[in-house]
């Protein structure tokens, strides 16, 4: 019986680097330092040279999903929202982030930026295809898109601006469903297609 971990997933009950247990005990999970993030493989190997393998993926923490009491930690805010299903979750930013995200039909997610930039390199930063709903407890959080051409919301179903400021070529882009902004600040062209201001919303053109 022997163990091993590595960030090769490809290892074989011949491969070097093996660990012996002499005799078949309860053990403690081995804790391990990783100097660097990605993905990671815990192997076991039985006396017949069977092996079992876990994937372990290591990274920086950028967003939790909250669901009910529970809370979860994630290296993407794609992640976080793929993780809430089709609950009623809060996907709170830990980290700035650059990323393209998606909430896909049957989602419902209140997006905190909790004072973090969500950005993009290329592309339209988030794609609403189900309830959407932006605020910042800390008030300097942001969705900024570094691309003019590029849109920081693109929706397409329900999307509730209570707080936080969106900035991009266009900030909001309507295509289909409703757009409300209760607060925060959206800068750039914004699409005022069935978007309806309500209460301490602000509109700037760049």
């Known amino acids: ?24 005990v309860e053990l403690e999970a081995p804790e391990y330092e990783i100097g660097d993030y990605g993905t990671y493989y815990f192997y076991a190997k039985d006396e017949a ?11 920086k923490l950028v967003a939790s999903t909250k669901i009910g009491e529970s809370i979860t930690y994630h290296t993407s805010v794609q992640d976080a929202i793929n993780n809430a ?3 009623e979750a809060t996907v709170t930013l830990l980290e700035k982030s650059t990323e393209l995200i998606t909430i896909d039909t049957g989602q ?6 909790n004072g973090n930039i969500l950005e993009n390199s290329n ?24 691309v003019n051409d590029y849109v920081a919301i693109l929706n397409y ?4 601006i209570i707080a936080g400021r ?17 607060g925060g600040i959206i800068k750039g062209t914004t699409v005022l297609k ?5 209460g301490f919303g602000n509109l700037e053109n760049k």
């Open 1 to 24: 019986v022997a163990y091993q971990y590595s960030k090769d997933g490809t290892l074989t009950s011949l491969s070097e680097g093996w660990t012996t247990v002499e005799k078949t």
């Open 49 to 59: 040279g069977n092996i079992s393998k876990a994937e372990i993926k290591s990274g």
């Open 85 to 87: 299903g089709t609950s």
């Open 108 to 113: 419902n997610i209140i997006l905190n930026l």
């Open 123 to 146: 592309g339209n930063i988030i794609t609403n295809n189900g309830i959407l709903t932006v605020k910042d407890n800390l008030k300097t959080g942001i969705i900024r898109s570094n």
């Open 157 to 160: 179903s329900q999307l509730n």
């Open 166 to 182: 969106l900035k991009g070529g266009i900030g909001i882009n309507n295509v289909s469903g409703t757009s409300e902004i209760q």
């Open 194 to 198: 069935n978007i309806k201001i309500n």
